[in-house]
């Protein structure tokens, strides 16, 4: 079936910028660009878009969906203002769950807050000591139990603190497993949460995941229930004997995950100096030089890409001289550092020689490094400044993919944080914000030759917006109208047919 769109602004991200103003989808490749004579002859369909603004879908290069599925049926915590709402929501939990079962809090974030500081396992007993409650932080990378979760949990792993209740990092990865998610609740949570991203104008995300995550993408990919482009990156403590899968146009097997440190949140960062809120702390190192290398060598052997998580200064480092050490092929396996915060320009100029590339979450920025917010309480004035330097990234010609980690997931609002960042000398252009949220995740996750621009004979995954980005006085006013993947019409949130 042959659809036109017509009545459109297409902003392609191809090499030749020139705009059209309509295109027609054949078996799921974009063909007749511009072409209104073989659009209105040859189309079964055509779609009047009235004017909306085109571009190629969105990818996320960053994402966690299995979880930002589970998450909707959890206590959302991530609105709340104080450590008192917080906790009325999670005692609300408690009275809508039977005895016995797991209360979970998400995406709580204490620097929000007008009293500072964690929860306690004391407050989540005086809650409830017949429920496993748990509530974890928004970066994921610390959280706290009641006494009966930390039965639950094997107390002899790294970073869990009986006497406070709280967990970092290691144990934190393994919280699935701990709850027994069964494949049935994580398919029901992959369909929900894909769901929502093609309703934020999503055709593609780079996702990291468990073995059991990717058996759930495997039961839906072939119950042809995906409809999302899915990169996936295994978590490299699971990845024994995988090699990279091309398992279907929607769904490919691309490399392993590694964490090397924590994150500023959760003052597990690895700096070089001290938290400027927390003196004698200098964050966590997750995975010493020789540890990386030898993860490193044995993942070019597979042929896998390195996804490797790595914010603070000291991490950076670590993983760079790892690199340099012992990768053969850093350019052809494309590595990536995910969310590099704390970036200096000698690592720009080092990435940049070795061919590696950036996965950054421009979110993390714009809500984190305004005025006397968490980044300035974490690093002091001097060390924000340096924080998430995108301008100095892009005209390194480094290449940057931009991604949301869940926090949120809308890449409108990312851009619109690209745009906006809290640091004057740091921001970028519109149109390059849409290239790292759109082209450059395809070259990271490499899709390249298929998609990242709307070209003849490329695939047809692309997003429809009420307005111009380009042009647009606020990017956050612009709304998603459609979104279509490899020609299928997956969400239309238009008000009326067209």
């Known amino acids: 079936m042959r659809i036109g769109f017509i009545n459109c602004n297409v902003i392609p991200l191809a090499e030749r910028k020139k705009l059209f103003h309509g295109f027609m989808v054949e078996e799921g490749r974009i063909t007749g660009i511009g072409d209104y004579d073989k659009i209105m002859e040859e189309s079964d369909e055509l779609i009047n878009l009235q004017g909306c603004t085109v571009l190629p879908g969105f990818i996320d290069s960053h994402t966690h969906l299995m979880e930002m599925g589970l998450n909707m049926d959890r206590v959302d915590l991530s609105s709340t203002k104080s450590y008192t709402e917080a906790l009325f929501y999670i005692e609300r939990g408690v009275e809508d769950t039977e005895e016995g079962e797991w209360v979970i809090g998400t995406c709580f974030d204490e620097t929000k807050w007008k009293k500072g500081g964690l929860p306690t396992k004391q407050e989540l007993d005086d809650i409830s000591t017949d429920h496993n409650i748990l509530v974890k932080r928004v970066c994921g990378h610390i959280a706290v139990a009641n006494s009966r979760a930390l039965e639950q949990i094997d107390t002899s792993m790294n970073y869990v603190d009986t006497e406070t209740g709280i967990l970092k990092e290691d144990v934190l990865w393994k919280l699935d497993d701990i709850i027994g998610i069964d494949m049935e609740k994580r398919q029901i949570a992959l369909k929900a949460a894909i769901k929502e991203a093609h309703r934020l104008g999503v055709t593609g995300i780079h996702e990291v995941m468990s073995r059991d995550s990717w058996k759930a993408y495997e039961k839906l990919d072939e119950k042809d229930e995906l409809k999302l482009r899915v990169r ?22 691309r490399g392993i995950k590694i964490f090397v440190d924590g994150s500023l949140g959760g003052r597990t960062a690895a700096l070089e100096e001290d938290y400027e809120d927390d003196p004698g702390n200098k964050g966590v190192l997750l995975l010493e030089q020789n540890k990386i290398e030898e993860i490193l060598i044995d993942a070019e052997e597979r042929g896998l890409q390195l996804m490797a ?58 809500q984190w490094s305004q005025k006397n917010g968490m980044n300035e309480q974490r690093l002091g004035k001097e060390r924000l400044k340096r924080c998430n330097p995108y301008w100095d990234i892009q005209r390194s010609l480094v290449k940057m993919a931009f991604g949301s980690d869940n926090m949120p997931m809308s890449p409108i609002f990312g851009v619109f944080s690209a745009v906006n960042h809290p640091i004057l000398e ?15 995740g395809d070259y990271i996750g490499k899709d390249e030759e298929d998609l990242g621009s709307l070209e003849e004979g490329k695939k047809a995954d692309f997003v429809v917006l009420s307005d111009n980005p380009l042009e647009s006085d606020d990017l956050r006013d612009i709304e998603v109208m459609m979104t279509v993947v490899n020609g299928e019409i997956v969400y239309d949130g238009r008000d009326e047919e067209v």
């Open 232 to 253: 996936g990156y295994i978590m490299h403590e699971e990845s024994e004997g995988l090699k990279p899968i091309e398992k279907s146009d929607y769904l490919a097997l």
């Open 309 to 366: 998580h790595a914010i603070g200064s000291r991490a950076i480092s670590t993983l760079i001289l790892a690199i340099e050490s012992a990768s053969e092929r850093p350019k052809e396996l494309r590595h990536r550092i995910e969310h590099a915060e704390m970036v200096s320009s000698d690592h720009i100029r080092r990435i940049r020689e070795l061919g590696l590339m950036i996965s950054a979450q421009p979110n993390f920025a714009y």
């Open 426 to 440: 740091q921001r970028i252009s519109v149109y390059n914000a849409l290239q790292c949220y759109i082209k450059n």
